[in-house]
């Protein structure tokens, strides 16, 4: 058994006040298990088991649109060990999504059907627009809304695996948003297939994400906000280096600029060393940096913070809509 595989012996036993939301992102899947807890205050979600493994789907599609067998497999492998999981938990207290690698992918229904073997539940497909508004959900719960100074607006960013979510919204409504087919796992191969950091390549790359952006950055610059947060793996990578340095974990553009050029030094994705980077976020760094570089530039962001909440606090609140997360 691969070390990514888990033992039926291992898996915890759940009951009907645990809640699960599974993440089938185009780069990594996700399994985020919670327990609700109701407290004379009100309900509480507490973090009880979190399993993420990098299946990297949307690297499996190819010229076509179409997943590989391989792809496909790497997913439905990783559905197995979820299912461990989610075999003890009601059926009405998980959900499960997919994003942009499954609605790019023509031959979706295939990785769908040979699903509904493994799971206990159906994969909801989300649009673009339904993830982005989720993930505002999760990033509005998480950072407590504030509905005495609803005019207060706020910035939400997301870069996935093929897909980037802008949304800006007051309190807990979204009111503009969007899902661009950019994406760190879709960038990596157009622009650093052969593992090079070089200058150009980062210079087309960022090009490339400003082209998509650009032809929506208008509306939102117009519509303003008053802070910016970030919820996605390459913000998380950016504060973990902040965080190393003991530094403020606020990100900037002459950060970002920086980090860049620390990248084009290292000379090849299997050369990055980052004091603070996790080994884990190393393959698709320089793209989605890139994306955030091209997303400062054409929102005219000055600072941008990392939020706590995304997708799948999004959904738990879908779930449970009256409780808070711990």
């Known amino acids: 058994m691969s070390p990514n595989q888990a033992s039926p012996k291992a898996i915890p036993q759940y009951d009907d006040s645990h809640y699960a939301v599974v993440d089938l992102g185009s780069n990594s899947f996700h399994l985020l298990i919670t327990q609700l807890i109701t407290y004379p205050t009100g309900k509480s979600f507490q973090t009880v088991n979190k399993v993420k493994q990098k299946v990297r789907l949307a690297a499996g599609l190819d010229n076509n649109s179409l997943l590989t067998d391989e792809a496909i497999t790497r997913g439905l492998d990783c559905l197995k060990v979820f299912a461990l999981h989610l075999n003890s938990i009601p059926v009405n207290n998980i959900l499960i999504v997919a994003t942009a690698a499954l609605r790019i992918a023509k031959n979706n229904q295939l990785f769908f059907d040979a699903a509904k073997h493994i799971l206990p539940k159906e994969i909801k497909l989300l649009s673009g627009e339904q993830e982005a508004r989720t993930i505002y959900a999760g990033v509005a719960h998480t950072s407590s809304c504030d509905y005495h100074q609803p005019e207060t607006k706020k910035l939400v960013l997301d870069i996935g695996g093929a897909s980037t979510e802008i949304v800006v919204g007051s309190g807990c409504k979204a009111e503009k948003l969007v899902s661009l087919n950019i994406g760190c796992v879709s960038f990596i191969g157009n622009y650093f297939a052969d593992g090079e950091l070089k200058k150009e390549n980062f210079t087309q790359c960022i090009a490339a994400a400003a082209d998509v952006i650009n032809t929506v950055n208008k509306a ?97 609140f879908e779930l449970v809509p009256d409780a808070t997360i711990i």
């Open 220 to 316: 939102f610059i117009q519509l303003g906000w008053q802070t910016a947060v970030g919820s996605s793996g390459t913000m998380q990578a950016m504060v973990e280096i902040l965080k190393q340095r003991q530094k403020t974990p606020v990100i900037t553009l002459a950060f970002l600029n920086e980090i860049q050029q620390t990248l084009i030094n290292c000379q090849n994705i299997a050369d990055i060393e980052i004091a603070g980077l996790r080994a884990d976020r190393k393959a698709i760094l320089a793209s989605g940096l890139c994306i955030l570089i091209a997303l400062f530039k054409c929102l005219n962001i000055e600072k941008l913070r990392l939020s706590s909440g995304a997708l799948r606090e999004g959904l738990l």
